[in-house]
C-alpha cells in the first residue's frame, strides 16, 4: 500500500514491517528532528491508512512538526478485510508501539489514535503505551440499528488523557457526549468524514499546535 506523502521539510516516509504476537504490522513513519511528539494512528476496521481523514490528521501533525506513525493491522497487512478479535488489535498495537518509543525515544510524547476500529484501539489502550492524547476520528460508538447493543462509550471514558473526538453529524453509529477530559467536534457528514474538510482540518491544527507546545492544554 502507497504511503501519504510528507509536508515539506519532513523526513522522507518509511515503511517498516514490524513483528508482532499475531504477524507482522506495516508501520509509515516519518518525522522531524525536532519533532515535540510522535503521532501514531490506526485504520478503520475494512479500511487503510489512506482514507481521507486519516491523511488529512497526518498532514497536520506534520505541518505541527510533530512525527507521524501511520499503522497498518497485520490483519490487513496478510490481506484480510475482516478485522481481527479485539484483544488480538490491542496487543499488536501495543506492540508497534513499543517498537516505535525505541526509535524516537521514551522522552518523546506519544499521542494516540485512528478512524473508527483504530481509534477503539487506541482509546482501550492509551493507559498501556503510556499515551498523552488520543484522537478519535469517527467513533464507532454504537452499531447501527443495534439498541441491543451496549454503547462503547465505557471505551472512550476509560483513556484516561485528554481526548479529542471528530464525529460527523449525521454519523449513523451515533455522537458520543463531551466528557472530563474530553472535547467532541460534530461536523457536516458521516462516519466518512468526507465532508467539511476545512472546519476538520481547522480543529485539528489547533490540537496539534497544542501538542507541540507542551505548556498549553492539549484539548484546547
Known sequence: MSSPPPSPGA????????ATPYGPARVHLDGTTAAGATVMLGHGAGGGVTARDLTLAAEVARGAGLAVALVEQPYRVAGRRAPAPARQLDAAWVAVAAWVRER???????????????????????????????????????????????????????????????????????VPPPGEGRRVVVVDGDHSLAKDHGRIR???????????????????
Open 202 to 220: 481547522a480543529v485539528l491544527e489547533e490540537w496539534f499546535a497544542g501538542l507541540a507546545r507542551p505548556e498549553e492544554p492539549a484539548t484546547r
Open 11 to 18: 523526513a522522507p516516509v518509511r515503511v517498516v514491517a514490524v
Open 104 to 174: 524516537t525515544g521514551d522522552a518523546l510524547p506519544l499521542v494516540v489514535g485512528g478512524r473508527s476500529s483504530g481509534a477503539r484501539v487506541a482509546c482501550r489502550t492509551a493507559g498501556t503505551v503510556g499515551a498523552v492524547g488520543v484522537l478519535c476520528l469517527a467513533f464507532p460508538l454504537r452499531p447501527p440499528g443495534r439498541a441491543d447493543r451496549p454503547s462503547r462509550l465505557p471505551e472512550l471514558d476509560g483513556a484516561g488523557v485528554p481526548t479529542l473526538v471528530i464525529q460527523g453529524a449525521r454519523d449513523p453509529f451515533g
